[in-house]
């Protein structure tokens, strides 16, 4: 199933939002940065090349549910403002550089998605975003590589996974450890496919760590905060 939506206005935080995102009805376009009339609010942590398709599982619902009783009802596919939506696969069995089939399309992933503070609002409920970001429960990008028009009854099929791909569960668990293996991090950075902003991220803290052995590391911002 695929989703596209405009922007909502958050008049408290005077900012929009294109996370309200509603079923594609018959065939759109998928260009280089995306589907056709699909919009994105903050082009700097959302949208672009790089980001052109967000993915959710659709049993992460079921385990965001499971901790968060009080909005179950409205954990439903299409509420976190994904483009795609399907059965299988989940953050532990897709891989950075993974190649899929969509239709005609041919799509990469290239990096897991950094929850914001507007899941929060779109729940009405504090704290969904931080323990996204706790769980790893974050979804994907992906990158376009062959455009086309396709169709929400499209098939999404895994078709080519690159040698020394690396899982989104093990890149974001590495990420948010206190003080990840080097040569782990060194790894992931290497990782076919990655999106060149987390292979900077992942060298940044490299050097980092290699420069203050010792030191107490500050805490990393692993969600787009609200602001201030």
């Known amino acids: 199933m695929l989703f596209s939506g405009g922007l909502t206005r958050i008049d408290e935080h005077g900012q929009s939002t294109g996370i309200y995102k509603q079923p594609v009805a018959g065939p759109v376009e998928l ?8 919009v994105q609010a903050d082009r700097r942590v959302h949208g672009g ?3 052109a398709l967000h993915q959710y599982a659709v049993d992460n619902y079921r385990r965001l549910a499971e901790r968060l009783p009080a909005i179950a009802a409205q954990l439903v596919v299409g509420s976190i403002g994904e483009n795609i939506s399907a059965a299988a696969g989940d953050e532990n069995t897709v891989f950075v550089g993974d190649v899929f089939s969509l239709g005609r399309a041919r799509v990469q992933v290239s990096q897991p998605r950094s929850p914001c503070w507007k899941i929060d609002h779109r729940y009405g409920h504090e704290g969904v975003a931080r323990l996204i970001a706790e769980s790893g429960l974050t979804g994907w990008y992906y990158r376009v590589l062959e455009v086309a028009t396709i169709s929400s009854g499209d098939r999404l099929e895994l078709i080519e996974r690159l040698p020394g791909a690396v899982s989104l569960a093990e890149l974001w ?13 060194e790894r992931l950075a290497a990782a076919p496919g990655l999106t060149p902003n987390w292979q900077k991220k992942l060298h940044g ?12 590391e500050s805490a990393r911002t692993l969600f787009h905060s609200r602001p201030g």
């Open 31 to 38: 260009g280089r940065e995306g589907l056709a009339g699909d």
């Open 49 to 51: 090349a790089e980001k």
């Open 173 to 185: 668990q590495a990420w948010r450890e206190h003080r990840p293996d080097p040569a782990t991090l």
């Open 205 to 216: 803290r490299l050097d980092w760590l290699r420069a203050n052995s010792g030191t107490e």
